[in-house]
């Protein structure tokens, strides 16, 4: 199974400021069609995730372009620009390249 | 506006069976490939199944292979799981959700496995 490893946040970030949070796979996520795999989610407190960008960097349908995902094949970003209140919550990455699915531990976004 | 309601959640004791049911719609349900992802209390998300959008392929983590059959019934645009022989280890909110991109997601349903 690919393994997906998050990074912690030095919490809280303070309102206005940028938030990058990290994710590393156990295997390149870049398939054959040169895509690669690779999803973020946001779940606030008492909600369902949320689909922010697939594919590793293409925001999904609604999302802010507050939200940018890069990376390479096995290491990767989602970077959040002028955290707001609303951006609280936790973030996961998931690798949809294979299966089974598997999504990272998530990391906590604080805000002061 | 695309709306999953998931149903059939509930307490249930170890070794019985369960099975839960999402109603999709809003979209093309019969376009889409659909997949289960569940969240024990406190901890994080974890896929548990997929199912093409013509329900010919089905796939399955390793600890619900055998016990749980994902099924789909396009003509009512409607998700199942099928949950047997269940394991505390399962107690958690299941999720019904599009599996090509994960963009659509229902508000979950408990399951909460126990005697």
């Known amino acids: 199974d690919i393994v997906m490893t998050q990074g912690v946040l030095p919490n809280p970030v303070p309102s206005g400021e940028s938030a990058s949070i990290t994710c590393r796979s156990s295997?390149?996520?870049?398939?054959?069609?040169?895509?690669?795999?690779l999803n973020w989610f946001l779940q606030r407190p008492g909600q369902s995730p949320q689909l922010l960008t697939y594919w590793m960097s293409t925001r999904a349908s609604g999302v802010s372009d507050r939200f940018s995902g890069s990376g390479s094949g096995t290491y990767f970003t989602l970077k959040i620009s002028r955290v707001r209140a609303e951006d609280a919550g936790v973030y996961y990455c998931?690798?949809?390249?294979?299966?089974?699915?598997?999504f990272g531990g998530g990391t906590k976004l604080e805000l002061k | 506006e695309v709306q999953l309601v998931e149903s059939g959640g509930g307490l249930v004791q170890p070794g019985r069976s369960m099975k839960l049911s999402c109603a999709a719609s809003g979209f093309t349900f019969s376009n889409y490939g659909m997949a289960w992802v569940r969240q024990a209390p406190t901890k994080g998300l974890e896929w548990v199944a997929t199912i093409s959008y013509d329900g010919s392929s089905t796939y399955y983590r390793d600890s619900v292979k055998g016990r749980f059959t994902i099924s789909r019934d396009n003509a009512k645009s409607t998700l199942y799981l099928q949950m047997n022989s269940l394991r505390s280890e399962d107690t958690a909110t299941y999720y019904c959700t599009s599996s090509h991109y994960f963009d659509y997601w229902g508000q979950g349903v408990m399951v909460t496995v126990s005697s």
């Open positions: 295997k390149s996520l870049v398939y054959k069609d040169g895509k690669t795999y």
């Open positions: 998931q690798q949809v390249r294979e299966y089974p699915r598997t």
